[in-house]
């Protein structure tokens, strides 16, 4: 049968072809991308884009009127044996003014020991705060505060036994991002070298084992240098960058395995190099294509998630996710038809050689994914039966998932002094650190009835319970625009800081600021930001959902022309995400998991996470799935009986997939290794999916099912036939031999012994 040669196959053989030229273009993408996106450097997301509703509303005004709030900082002075009446205390205070000032980085310093910071003295007196606020812009305040807190280090060992100690929004963003920083760099430096033992493994030889690595380290690098270059259009933070890393690992090893695997597969056969890459170009390149277009659907859900750090990770996705599908069907042909038979040099002593797959589908050595696939195929009733019931006892736990902001408990308190830090100040000043900014725009500010509303919010913030001063006054240069600051009750994210918000909204703004005419007021601040945006992915996960699954069906319609692999690939997937979903409340939200992971159970999970793991794991599973389901589909269109096509698409394939996923569950278990509780609320949860997905799934119900729908599962209604020929993968057999056509190259002949692919056992 004649096929038209498509897009993976052209690229595959021009690659294969022009080698240098495939290799030398594919550098100089790497090193136009990387020094394009160094030259211009990266845009982060300004504050109206990380929230949501009414907090975002307060951020825009106050950018409209050009009324940027300054960063504002405390230093607590605070001892146990002396209070603010001592000299001791008061020195200490004084040493603590004079440095900071002396910085030139910041303004209006108040002293609790002056009538203006009386109020910044403890109930118990032995706490105070110094307050002020960063010159400059806030945004770039975190660049600047260092020398301040070099400053505080030295004021802190003026006295012996009186502390001081700095906290605000500069200094614990500063240490924030050199702590997200550090985390995420061991977590690269520690994923690569696991990598690369799994893929060693899995090969039994370096230069096997190493191409992989490689591709995925280039394609990361480009992907970095053009994510850089986008966030001027869509702006990312320092969280979307290192997970495009990781996840751009993941994928750009599962691509080049299953490239890799075909090729020797091919070669094993007897086909010369040539002949194995077009091969694998038209099968495991078109997979690749379909895989990575399957993906990117997947997290363009993110896009309605109307949240600045969603867009910002779907972006570093999306990207790294299309360049290691360009590499996988442009250099990586080249580079395998460079090496041929040196694939398999630097075999590893202490490693079996792996054995070429029979891959015409007889007994062989059927090793454990064999046996079990044997069981299911001869009794797939039970089989579906069984698997699907302990599945969807996994689900149930998912039912009773809570979300909730954990604030400072995502983060390692035990390893940042500067959340230590505020968390003595919550204690001494309860809300001190946490304020609300009540912003107003309105006409008459400057009057009369501006100070009127000013007059009552402060005597309303004094005698209101959950509110506490003292109170902030700015008011634009034009008299339009005024905002102000008040303490919250709580933490800054529980549930004694959403009611003192709650108070605040409800019943002072709208007797105070709200009540002059016209007034256009809105109520931000950190607090107001967690209550927003949480509120506002509960109103979009719906839409996420919806548009990640009919995109999901269509591109498995098209690819596969089949109604009914596209709908039982949605219901597979749901069935996957909703064990990961139970595992995850289990783990975390019920504490099963507090003393292995060394966390500490906030009673629910992180708000943003389900989200981000329904999108993700829908996208990252269906490389599994597509590979397999194309392996199936190859041996039903050269006739086999479906039975057979699914063991012999499900046994072909299953050493790559386990290669795969390994990889994968590696990479997320990186994610669970860090710190931040939510990292490792989603590193359990996509390690957990990804194994459910390549095992109970893949090898279970997935050929459970198709061998009860039998021919059913290539259904496909008349009035679909328009669709185009799809992107199945072809029979090999389809695909143009090479320029030595396919018959045996003498290297191949000389090297058959070595030339191997990883069984399914």
Not at 204 to 218: E, H, K, M, N, W
Not at 319 to 327: F, S, Y
Not at 405 to 424: A, K
Request: net charge neutral; charged share 15%; proline share 4%.
């Amino acid at each position: 049968m004649t096929r038209r040669r498509g897009l993976a196959q052209a690229a595959g053989r021009w690659s294969a072809e022009h080698r240098w030229a495939a290799v030398l273009l594919w550098l100089a993408f790497v090193v136009v991308a990387t020094v394009l996106g160094g030259s211009v450097g990266q845009q982060e997301p300004t504050p109206a884009e990380l929230t949501n509703g009414e907090a975002r509303h307060a951020e825009k005004i106050l950018d409209d009127a050009g009324l940027t709030l300054p960063a504002h900082e405390v230093v607590y002075v605070h001892s146990d044996r002396e209070t603010a009446d001592s000299a001791a205390f008061r020195s200490v205070v004084g040493e603590v003014v004079r440095r900071i000032e002396a910085t030139g980085r910041v303004r209006d310093v108040v002293s609790p020991l002056d009538a203006a910071g009386a109020g910044a003295i403890s109930a118990d007196r032995h706490g105070a705060l110094v307050q002020f606020d960063m010159a400059g812009d806030s945004v770039d305040a975190k660049k600047k505060v260092q020398p301040v807190l070099d400053a505080v280090a030295k004021a802190d060992k003026a006295q012996p036994g009186i502390r001081a100690e700095q906290f605000g929004e500069a200094s614990f963003a500063h240490k924030y991002d050199d702590k997200l920083h550090t985390d995420y760099t061991n977590a690269e430096l520690i994923s690569f070298p696991v990598t690369l033992g799994i893929l060693l493994v899995a090969f039994g030889a370096l230069v096997a084992a190493l191409l992989p690595v490689v591709l995925a380290l280039t394609a990361v690098v480009a992907a970095g240098g053009l994510l850089t270059l986008s966030s001027h259009l869509v702006h990312v933070d320092q969280n979307g960058s290192s997970v495009m890393s990781l996840i751009g690992i993941a994928v750009g090893v599962d691509y080049s395995l299953f490239y890799i695997r075909r090729v020797r597969e091919e070669r094993a056969r007897g086909n010369s190099t040539q002949a194995a890459v077009n091969a694998a170009a038209a099968t495991s390149g078109r997979s690749v294509i379909v895989s990575g277009l399957t993906v990117i659907v997947s997290l363009a859900g993110l896009f309605l998630s109307n949240n600045g750090i969603f867009y910002g990770m779907a972006t570093a996705t999306i990207i790294v996710v299309a360049v290691a599908v360009l590499g996988s069907v442009t250099v990586l042909p080249a580079m395998l038809s460079l090496l041929a038979h040196r694939i398999d040099k630097g075999r590893v002593p202490l490693l079996p050689r792996t054995r070429a797959e029979n891959t015409e589908g007889a007994p062989g050595r059927r090793g454990m994914w064999g046996s079990v696939l044997g069981a299911v195929l001869r009794r797939p009733a039970v089989s579906l039966v069984l698997c699907g019931g302990a599945l969807a006892a996994l689900v149930v736990p998912a039912f009773s998932l809570h979300t909730s902001d954990p604030g400072v408990s995502d983060l390692p308190t035990e390893s940042m002094p500067v959340l230590q830090t505020y968390e003595r100040i919550q204690k001494a000043f309860p809300g001190s650190s946490t304020p609300a900014k009540v912003v107003v725009k309105a006409d008459g500010l400057k009057g009369a009835a501006g100070e009127e509303a000013r007059s009552r919010f402060t005597k309303a913030a004094d005698s209101t319970p959950g509110l506490s001063g003292p109170v902030t006054y700015r008011l634009s240069d034009d008299g339009r625009v005024a905002v102000a600051t008040v303490g919250l009750a709580g933490s800054g994210t529980n549930e004694k800081s959403v009611r003192a918000l709650e108070t605040l909204r409800d019943k002072v703004v709208p007797q105070t600021f709200g009540a002059m005419p016209g007034a256009d007021v809105a109520v931000g601040g950190t607090t107001a930001a967690s209550v927003d945006t949480n509120a506002n992915l509960s109103d979009r996960a719906p839409w996420v959902a919806g548009f990640v699954l009919f995109f999901t069906f269509a591109v498995m319609l098209v690819s596969f022309r089949s109604v009914v692999i596209a709908g039982f690939t949605l219901v597979l997937n749901l069935l996957s995400v909703g064990a990961a979903y139970g595992i995850v409340v289990l783990v975390f939200q019920h504490g099963w998991g507090e003393g292995l992971l060394d966390f500490t159970s906030t009673g629910g999970i992180a708000s943003w996470v389900p989200l981000f793991l329904f999108v993700f794991l829908f996208g990252l599973s269906m490389d599994y799935h597509v590979f397999v389901v194309s392996r199936i589909r190859e041996g039903h269109d050269r006739g086999l009986p479906t039975t057979q096509a699914i063991e012999q698409g499900i046994r072909g394939s299953a050493s790559a997939v386990t290669g795969a996923a390994v990889v994968m569950v590696a990479v997320a278990g990186v994610f669970g290794m860090l710190p931040q509780l939510s990292m490792k609320e989603s590193g359990v949860g996509m390690a957990t999916a990804v194994l459910i997905d390549a095992t109970l799934i893949r090898i279970v119900l997935l050929p459970a099912t198709m061998r009860l729908l039998g021919e059913a599962n290539w259904y496909l209604p008349k009035w679909l036939e328009w669709l185009p020929a799809g992107l199945a993968e072809p029979s090999a057999a389809d695909a143009p031999a090479g320029a030595g056509g396919a018959r045996p190259d003498r290297d191949s002949d000389r090297d058959a012994d070595r030339d191997s692919v990883p069984t399914g056992s």
